[in-house]
């Protein structure tokens, strides 16, 4: 289909016909996005990671400990999932 | 950059131990089971390590040092939000899931829950993306060898003034010619290009206009080869350059294409005998190799420039050119292809998702662990190693810049600072650092290519019922034919501007699509085969759309120049929109297609 549009030289017209219609939504949602500002992006940056970080603490004990099969001990990987996202928050915050 | 004798040492040991290592381990090799999942016997801190250094390889090192060259700790972000928070979602959703399923590759899970339509059409996108993927990581290994040992042709170039020699240097840029040759050397006065030709005996000699006393002194000179010299006159075009470049310079010594071929071999050596558990315990070396000899790139650079302080205030005056040097969240209207809204939503909730979620090459590792505890908590500990990860490769990168702003090619820029910096008998060990991380994730993803196309290809509509003992020499065969596909295909790699751009643009083509599946899958025990399958196919036509129009369009669709982060994201949106629609509207799948394929599904 796309050879046969672009071999009748019709290319520019459809795309331009197809990217009206998408850029005006597109460009309200740019809009948004520039509003934001830096500062408000790194506060959606740092409510991902912390909604992430509530999430790991409301996981079930099982879905987040490791049994090792010749000792028999668990461990929780609970805490270092938590550090590397506290790792995160730091690092954006920095930057 | 010339190594000498205990260099050549230090790189010939660390070979020997890999490829001798990757050997030993394919005696123990006796079923397909042994060789795609090294027998489910691999512990998380082997896994770990080697999800990082498979991540960190010649597209990072060439790559992402090249952007953090010109956009700065911005290219952290792959590495941090592209990577930390989705691990850890990974471990304690998705990758629990696909190892209970007892299955070898991504897309056998998806034949498993949906059907095998959905199956074929992802293993050959994968099979396909896999194998050029080979392609391009060889080609970004052997520009690394030929810049690091001083490799690549060179060409001097004679300007009547600083302004034409730049003109002719940007021209360069992005061409063939620019790729393939040392960055040129500049004649600016007559002794002093004398001195340079007689030092480095370039391949050809370019003049910016006839001189023709001075190329009579040039042929006087007593060399060791006839150096052929051109005139490029008015058009300095890229093409015209390329033209004469390829039609007048001497033949080099060395080709690219001999590194490519020499890099293909040794990889394929112990990826060919050993499998997935040569890839692993490997990349365990090159991992430790990797982060010890970057590190030291690291702290070594800085302290050449004066230290910490002296290095950031060198980029700071630089002026608009390192204004957002040091900073990783970017306007949404930024000029780079880096905006926050396409790193959050592209790259954060797509491209990161699809790539430890939804990639053969990442996933197969953890398929291989001893336990479904063991899978998890690999990617834990990979998350953790992830955090120092941008320190040693995207740092650098700006490193690079505060230590030479010329460097014309980007791609080159780490290799040149290490050329440059290195005190001699040290750099063999960095080269053995950057030969790790280059070699990491080429057999692993030689590795996923075989499994890939054996598992989901052969077996599935082939041999169905053969021996496992069938599987690992038909896996065997198609890894050898992949080694001699990925050579040809690293030629073919030379002809694009840049490397991480092409991967990334490869990527986006189905990652939002395939990610959307997989998503839905596991989390909406509502989603059917049939939606699976028309969200796939719709959302990559999609994605081909949307970059067509964009292409086409007399305004591009997207406003920044590279919008492959903004298309993964709309792929997926629009692939999640259809599989939905559609699953709503078709039987909901039976429950032996459910239970341990969908999160909490039986709890």
Redesign the interface.
């Known amino acids: 289909m796309?050879p046969l549009v672009?071999a009748a030289g019709l290319?520019?017209t459809?795309?331009?016909f197809?990217?009206n219609i998408?850029?005006g939504p597109?460009d309200i949602m740019?809009g948004w996005?520039?509003a934001?500002?830096?500062t408000g992006?790194?506060c959606?940056?740092f409510a991902?990671?912390t909604l992430?970080i509530i999430w790991?603490l409301t996981?079930r004990k099982e879905?987040?400990?490791?049994?090792n099969?010749e000792t028999g001990k668990s461990?929780s990987?609970r805490p270092?999932?938590i550090?590397?996202?506290v790792?995160?928050i730091l690092?954006?915050y920095f930057? | 950059m010339a190594l000498n004798g205990i260099d050549y040492a230090v790189l010939l040991i660390y070979l020997v131990c890999t490829v001798g290592l990757g050997v030993y381990l394919g005696r123990r090799i006796k079923t397909g089971q042994d060789y795609f999942l090294a027998g489910r016997k691999l512990p998380?801190w082997a896994i770990g390590m080697s999800l990082v250094v498979s991540d960190i390889g010649a597209i990072d090192i060439v790559g992402i040092a090249g952007s953090a060259y010109l956009y700065g700790?911005v290219l952290?972000n792959f590495d941090?939000?592209g990577c930390?928070?989705v691990m850890?979602?990974a471990?304690?959703i998705f990758i629990?899931i696909f190892w209970r399923a007892n299955v070898s590759t991504v897309p056998e899970w998806l034949g498993a829950r949906y059907n095998v339509g959905v199956r074929t059409v992802s293993a050959l996108i994968w099979g396909c993306f896999l194998a050029c993927n080979l392609g391009i990581m060889l080609y970004a290994t052997a520009v690394m060898l030929s810049v690091l040992l001083d490799l690549n042709p060179k060409f001097v170039i004679v300007a009547n003034d600083e302004a034409a020699y730049m003109e002719i240097v940007q021209s360069l840029e992005g061409t063939v010619t620019g790729k393939t040759f040392a960055p040129p050397f500049h004649g600016s006065d007559e002794a002093g290009t004398l001195k340079i030709i007689t030092e480095h005996n370039p391949n050809i000699i370019l003049f910016d206009s006839p001189n023709p006393d001075f190329q009579a002194k040039i042929q006087g000179l007593p060399l060791q080869n006839e150096i052929p010299i051109a005139v490029l006159g008015e058009d300095r075009s890229p093409e015209a350059i390329d033209a004469l470049v390829a039609g007048q310079a001497r033949e080099p010594s060395w080709h690219l294409i001999y590194s490519i071929i020499l890099m293909g071999v040794i990889i394929g050596v112990y990826t060919l005998f050993g499998g997935l558990a040569a890839v692993v315990y490997t990349d365990v070396i090159q991992c430790a190799v990797m982060m010890l000899g970057c590190i030291f790139i690291l702290f070594y650079g800085i302290a050449q420039l004066g230290g910490l302080e002296a290095f950031v205030d060198i980029i700071q005056s630089m002026g608009e050119r390192t204004a957002n040097h040091?900073?990783?969240?970017?306007?949404?209207?930024t000029d780079t292809s880096f905006?926050?809204?396409g790193i959050?939503l592209g790259l954060?909730l797509v491209l990161a998702n699809a790539y430890w979620i939804g990639n053969q090459s990442i996933v197969q590792r953890s398929l291989g662990a001893?336990?479904e505890?063991?899978a998890?908590?690999s990617y834990?500990?990979g998350?953790?190693l992830?955090?120092i990860i941008p320190f040693t490769v995207v740092v650098p990168g700006i490193i690079a810049l505060a230590h030479d702003p010329t460097i014309t090619d980007a791609d080159k820029a780490m290799a040149t600072l290490v050329r440059d910096i290195m005190p001699p008998g040290l750099l063999g060990i960095f080269f053995a650092a950057f030969l790790a991380a280059l070699m990491s994730s080429v057999d692993s993803c030689l590795n996923s290519a075989a499994t890939l196309w054996t598992k989901d290809i052969y077996q599935r509509f082939f041999r169905p019922d053969a021996e496992d003992e069938h599987y690992l020499v038909v896996g065997r065969i198609i890894t050898f034919c992949f080694i001699v596909f990925g050579i040809f295909f690293a030629e073919f790699s030379a002809q694009f501007d840049s490397i991480y751009t092409l991967i990334q643009t490869l990527l986006t083509l189905f990652q939002g699509p395939s990610l959307a599946i997989i998503v839905l899958g596991v989390l909406w025990k509502r989603t059917t085969g049939t939606g699976a399958f028309v969200g796939l196919i719709l959302g990559m036509f999609s994605t081909?759309?949307m970059l067509?129009?964009?292409?086409?369009?007399?305004?591009?669709?997207?406003?920044i120049e590279d919008p492959f982060l903004y298309i993964a994201w709309w792929s997926f949106v629009f692939s999640m929109f259809v599989t939905a629609v559609v699953s709503l509207m078709t039987p909901m799948e039976p429950e032996e297609k459910l239970r341990n394929f969908v999160f909490r599904y039986n709890k």
């Open positions: 796309l672009e290319s520019t459809v795309a331009d197809f990217a998408l850029r597109g740019r996005m520039v934001f500002g830096v992006a790194k959606v940056f991902y990671f992430l790991i996981l879905e987040v400990t490791v049994k099969e461990t990987l270092f999932a550090a590397a996202l790792s995160q690092i954006y930057f | 998380w700790i952290g941090w939000i930390v928070p850890i979602i471990a304690f629990p040091f900073h990783l969240v970017l306007p949404a209207d905006p926050w809204s959050f954060g001893r336990s505890g063991q998890k908590a834990i500990w998350s953790l992830k955090v081909f759309g067509w129009i964009n292409e086409h369009a007399s305004t591009p669709l997207f406003q």
